[in-house]
């Protein structure tokens, strides 16, 4: 006498949870499908590998975001580099200034 079988896909709820339901034969021992075993560790296979990626991608987030304050950095500091050689020109324009005031 043969069971009536649903089918399952793994794909949406692999996340969640990968089995499948089993059938039972007349001694009360489940029967799995040829592939049950080979599908099941693929899945975590699969797993796994997206929790290795998922931190791969956090560490490039982060990374993108390093480089984006290292530039902004740099930026601020040419802009310093910059201010520092204004200031130092104004004040040797003021100091000649100077001079030439004590000269008249």
């Known amino acids: 006498m043969e069971k009536k079988k649903e089918r399952y896909l ?3 709820g692999s996340r969640k949870d990968w089995g ?9 021992m489940l029967i799995a499908p040829p592939d049950f075993l ?5 899945l ?3 797993d796994a590998l997206e929790l ?3 931190d791969k991608v956090e560490m490039e987030k982060e990374n993108l975001t390093l480089r984006g304050y290292k530039a902004q950095a740099q930026t601020q500091e040419q802009e310093l580099k ?15 200034i ?3 005031t004590k000269k008249r």
Not at 21 to 27: A, P, Q, S
Not at 89 to 95: A, E, F, K, M, V
């Open 10 to 12: 793994f794909t949406d």
């Open 82 to 96: 910059f201010l520092y050689h204004q200031r130092a020109s104004l004040r040797g324009y003021i100091t000649r």
């Open 44 to 46: 975590r296979i699969a």
């Open 98 to 100: 100077k001079k030439q």
């Open 52 to 54: 290795m990626t998922k």
């Open 20 to 28: 499948i339901r089993l059938e039972k034969d007349e001694n009360e």
């Open 38 to 42: 080979r599908d099941g560790a693929l």
